[in-house]
């Protein structure tokens, strides 16, 4: 069965970095394009960085370009959100994303809240 494993969330001030980790299983990582995705409290979930199965290429949403860095390790079967320069607004529940066929793969997601 795919899935993915989110880990990696948790309390931190304004200003502070976190990095987010992501394992996926049941599938082919290595040939995927893959995506984070976060929803905050009271608010639709909203796609925030991808990068490409030989990660030549990433992207990011223009709210956390500069600050947040996509990355992954096809031979770990595993996805990284670095994040730095972390705001009260980027408070959300962050999850992995992937589409293998017909199937939308989405994981249990991690929890992250930036405050003082």
């Known amino acids: 069965q795919e899935q993915f494993t989110e880990s990696g969330g948790s309390l931190v001030q304004p200003g502070g970095s976190l990095t987010l980790s992501c394992v996926g299983s049941g599938f082919s990582f290595s040939s995927r394009l893959i995506s984070w995705y976060r929803q905050a409290p009271g608010k639709k979930r909203e796609w925030v960085a991808g990068i490409t199965s030989d990660s030549v290429s990433k992207n990011y949403d223009e709210a956390v370009k500069g600050r947040f860095i996509i990355s992954r390790d096809n031979v770990e079967n595993t996805l990284y959100l670095q994040m730095n320069n972390l705001k009260p607004a980027d408070t959300a529940v962050y999850y992995c994303?992937?589409?293998?066929?017909?199937?939308?793969?989405w994981g249990q997601g991690t929890q992250v809240t930036v405050s003082s």
């Open positions: 994303y992937a589409a293998v066929g017909p199937r939308d793969v």
